[in-house]
């Protein structure tokens, strides 16, 4: 069954809801289903056919979800891009994938149009009212086209940490099972009213906000770049019950001087993912809003839910939870073999939300799916009740003259100190140890303390070998488009790479 059927069956149910709003702008259900419709013909028009891929470079407006649905009613299979994507990178998407129409935001549509371009795509530019006009042209394909669980839905493209982004094949089984489990653990029904400032492009907006939110049948309201004091107001003034965001912007809000005039009675679930949240972060914010949030953990190769702190069962501060239904989580060492209760391994995944392979990579895929098990990068470790608890990227592991340090301990404690508002601990070169503990770090607004007093406060919390030698300040850390932190794009200051 096609995931656009989500959509066409809230219709049927919840036609004269709002399903999607913009500030002002609101679309029901009926409206949102008639506009795939009309996308899914034209699209039908321009020759597009089942397993035809399509390209949406799209902020979190409304024009995302009529394209969208209209993308897989036709029965294509999405290739959602950052708009913020340059030409040469847009080049590579559609090429890569083998897409050949892609629809951008008119704002944004100039390194689109270079990238159609260089990959012989057709660029369809969208400006409001314009189009609504060629939409309003087209015969509406309300049919849906019928698709087996095992198709591609939608192709994610990975961020590309290491040489050029993959494409993670997600099928409409994948994502369907993903969008019941998301809905089921948040509790959702047509009374509900979700934030939406978590990019649709990425797999955490796309599952546990957008999808989730059609099929319960209740209202996403659009935030399409994240800044907190908009984030207030928008929480306040349609009465957000549902809050999903990355540790940063739970951070942001956190800090924010408009959060103690805003009224947020109404949230009644807050969601965090993407990366670790921060204790420190997590318990100031519930202690400042009082809403619970809970924290879970996924990728784009797992649709992207993995696992959840179940609201039904106890909650462990610093915990992923545990794995959803249907699905198996388990750490290993090196060598593929379990890792015992306690000790630090890798995680592995199995289970209906394992993405099909990498688009054209069977070599890349083989990497990371052996024998059903998806390798995720990630160390983790499992207590006594079987709760996981991530350690830290496998690949930020830093070892300093032959001993393991991983960054997440040491920044967790960096949040516990009152001045800090972020901080992210990298390995930086040494000439003895090989690597030594480095630290970058954005104080909050107002707030200052110098180098020194910094690293005696952590030095007294952290063994000796992990505490960082090197501590420098930044106005803000670099993120990427789902507001995680970017460890990749630190500039280690020359001062921090001398050492010896």
């Given at each position: 069954m096609s995931l656009a059927r989500l959509l066409t069956d809230a219709a049927a149910q919840h036609g004269e809801r709002t399903a999607v709003k913009l500030d002002d702008i609101e679309l029901n259900y009926q409206t949102l289903d008639e506009g795939s419709a009309r996308v899914a013909g034209l699209l039908a028009a321009k020759g597009v056919q089942a397993d035809d891929r399509v390209g949406i470079m799209l902020?979190?407006?409304?024009?995302?979800?009529?394209?969208?649905?209209?993308?897989?009613?036709?029965?294509?299979?999405?290739?959602?891009?950052?708009?913020?994507?340059?030409?040469?990178?847009?080049?590579?998407?559609?090429?890569?994938?083998?897409?050949?129409?892609?629809?951008v935001w008119g704002d944004m549509a100039e390194e689109a149009e270079q990238g159609g371009q260089e990959a012989g795509a057709e660029v369809i530019s969208i400006a409001p009212g314009e189009f609504e006009k060629l939409l309003g042209e087209q015969e509406p394909r309300r049919e849906v086209v019928d698709r087996a669980d095992e198709d591609t839905a939608v192709i994610l493209y990975t961020s590309g940490t290491t040489g050029t982004p993959k494409g993670a094949e997600l099928t409409h089984a994948n994502l369907k099972r993903n969008v019941e489990v998301s809905t089921g653990l948040f509790d959702m029904s047509c009374e509900d009213v979700v934030f939406g400032g978590l990019p649709f492009f990425h797999s955490f907006g796309q599952t546990c906000a957008l999808n989730a939110t059609i099929a319960g049948g209740g209202t996403i309201t659009l935030l399409p770049r994240f800044e907190p004091g908009k984030a207030f107001e928008i929480i306040q003034r349609d009465k957000v019950t549902i809050l999903e965001g990355v540790p940063t912007m739970y951070s942001a809000l956190l800090n924010h001087p408009d959060g103690d005039q805003c009224d947020t009675s109404s949230l009644r679930v807050c969601v965090s993912g993407g990366s670790a949240l921060p204790g420190e972060v997590l318990r100031g914010f519930e202690d400042k809003f009082g809403a619970a949030i809970l924290e879970g953990y996924g990728l784009s190769e797992t649709s992207p839910v993995a696992s959840f702190n179940h609201p039904d069962r106890e909650r462990k501060v610093g915990s992923i939870g545990t794995p959803i239904e249907g699905v198996e989580m388990k750490l290993v060492d090196d060598d593929g073999k379990d890792v015992p209760q306690g000790e630090v391994g890798e995680i592995v995944i199995k289970g209906h939300n394992v993405m099909r392979g990498y688009w054209g990579r069977e070599d890349a895929t083989a990497e990371v799916l052996q024998d059903g098990w998806f390798h995720t990068g990630d160390m983790g470790q499992i207590d006594e009740d079987g709760y996981f608890?991530?350690?830290?990227?496998?690949?930020?592991?830093?070892?300093?003259?032959?001993?393991?340090v991983y960054p997440r301990e040491i920044e967790e404690v960096f949040y516990t100190h009152p001045a800090v508002a972020e901080a992210a601990v990298v390995g930086v070169p040494h000439d003895e140890l090989g690597e030594e503990i480095g630290a970058a770090v954005a104080l909050k607004e107002g707030e200052s303390v110098d180098e020194d007093t910094l690293r005696d406060f952590i030095k007294e919390e952290v063994a000796a070998y992990k505490y960082p030698r090197q501590i420098w300040f930044v106005d803000e850390l670099p993120k990427g488009p789902t507001g995680k932190i970017l460890k990749r794009e630190i500039d280690v200051p020359n001062r921090a790479k001398s050492g010896s």
């Open positions: 902020p979190n407006v409304p024009y995302f979800p009529v394209v969208y649905y209209g993308v897989l009613r036709a029965g294509g299979v999405v290739v959602p891009m950052n708009p913020l994507l340059k030409g040469r990178e847009v080049a590579f998407h559609l090429q890569d994938s083998g897409t050949n129409v892609i629809f608890f991530i350690v830290d990227r496998k690949k930020d592991l830093i070892i300093r003259g032959g001993y393991n």
